[in-house]
């Protein structure tokens, strides 16, 4: 896995998630299983199935986070001179004439309902390392998308 640059406080988010989901989410698995065991027939205990399926769901979660805290390379946001992990970003749509504002973070929090473009995306690595006035041509399936940077804080 390449580097994935965060702020320190995205990595304390991925560490205390990890934690939690090791210590408290493991214990709750555990104690599901458990009770699902209890009831009897393992072959027709739809609790037990159920239970040993988040259980590998939790451990799927928990491995994609260590390796994401492993391939962290913390960076501190300084001055808002140009687009970095973290950086809130105002661009102009040249096509459109509309406005867009994104905050670049890790892959695990994007959402961009929310405006958080994940650092991995095709926009976000295009807008990486920009400054204010910068144009950039983005490829998409439905052409070109031309982003001017507005502003960057």
């Not at 390449?2 to 989901?21: H, V």
């Amino acid at each position: 896995m390449d580097t994935i640059e965060m702020t320190a406080a995205e990595l304390q988010r991925l560490q205390d998630e990890l934690n939690e989901l090791q210590s408290n989410g493991r214990s709750q698995i555990a104690a599901r299983i458990k009770t699902a065991r209890e009831w009897g027939d393992l072959k027709e205990n739809g609790e037990y199935h159920a239970a040993k399926e988040a259980q590998a769901h939790l451990e799927t979660r928990i491995l994609r986070l260590r390796e994401q805290v492993r391939a962290a390379v913390v960076v501190e946001r300084s001055g808002g001179e140009d687009v970095r992990n973290g950086s809130t970003v105002q661009v102009l749509d040249q096509d459109k004439g509309s406005t867009q504002s994104f905050r670049i973070v890790p892959p695990n929090e994007a959402n961009p309902k929310e405006g958080l473009l994940s650092s991995s995306s095709p926009v976000a690595q295009a807008l990486l390392g920009r400054r204010v006035g910068d144009e950039v041509e983005i490829a998409i399936p439905a052409g070109v998308r031309r982003l001017r940077v507005e502003s960057v804080s």
